[in-house]
T-cell receptor
Framework: ELKVEQNPLFLSMQEGKNYTIYCNYSTTSDRLYWYRQDPGKSLESLFVLLSNGAVKQEGRLMASLDTKARLSTLHITAAVHDLSATYFCAVDIRDYKLSFGAGTTVTVRA | DGGITQSPKYLFRKEGQNVTLSCEQNLNHDAMYWYRQDPGQGLRLIYYSQIVNDFQKGDIAEGYSVSREKKESFPLTVTSAQKNPTAFYLC?????????????FGQGTRLTVV
């Protein structure tokens, strides 16, 4: 059974500092996705990582994938208040079953 | 505009009642999904479907049923067998081939038992 684990589950960030969220998964997969969810809202796609070594960047967010280590990271550079949200990673396995991690709730403080 | 539409946005269910949540997409996506989200929790997969007239149980299928008679539609029925149905339900769809395989989500249905 696929397990997708994120850590930390809660992250209090100080504005201007850098942080990393980790996503580990237990079964071979080469497709990993990152999503953002604002309180009470639906999920918004951030990144699609489709191969080992893939790196994607958008603004202050950068995501990478190491399929050998079964690890993806979401790096936040110089945190700002607008980045406060819950971030989820999701992994594809056989039959297109898409499984999500528990989410990392990020709060950015001044 | 292309997208995924869930309805209703809010739904109230009485004890012992079945209710059906609607999910429609006009993105020509092959696969569709239903997830349940409890407060402060992640997404748990209820059912998913790769093609019309076929679907698979996810991790928490008990007390739920689905159908996929049309590519565009994937309704979820919450039956009376689901003892704790109060949650936020999210429907998603995506392509199953090529590079653009991320799932797109509807706005969700918030179900409350009264």
């Amino acid at each position: 059974e696929l397990k997708v684990e994120q850590n930390p589950l809660f992250l209090s960030m100080q504005e201007g500092k850098n942080y990393t969220i980790y996503c580990n998964y237990s079964t071979t997969s080469d497709r990993l996705y990152w999503y953002r969810q604002d309180p009470g809202k639906s999920l918004e796609s951030l990144f699609v990582l489709l191969s080992n070594g893939a790196v994607k960047q958008e603004g202050r967010l950068m995501a990478s994938l190491d399929t050998k280590a079964r690890l993806s990271t979401l790096h936040i550079t110089a945190a700002v208040h607008d980045l406060s949200a819950t971030y989820f990673c999701a992994v594809d396995i056989r039959d297109y079953k898409l499984s999500f991690g528990a989410g990392t709730t990020v709060t950015v403080r001044a | 505009d292309g997208g995924i539409t869930q309805s209703p946005k809010y739904l109230f269910r009485k004890e012992g009642q079945n209710v059906t949540l609607s999910c429609e997409q006009n993105l020509n996506h092959d696969a569709m999904y239903w997830y349940r989200q409890d407060p402060g929790q992640g997404l748990r997969l209820i059912y998913y479907s790769q093609i019309v007239n076929d679907f698979q149980k996810g991790d928490i299928a008990e007390g739920y049923s689905v159908s996929r008679e049309k590519k565009e539609s994937f309704p979820l029925t919450v039956t009376s067998a689901q003892k704790n149905p109060t949650a936020f339900y999210l429907c998603a769809s995506r392509l199953t081939g090529g590079a653009n395989t991320e799932a797109f989500f509807g706005q969700g249905t918030r179900l409350t038992v009264v």
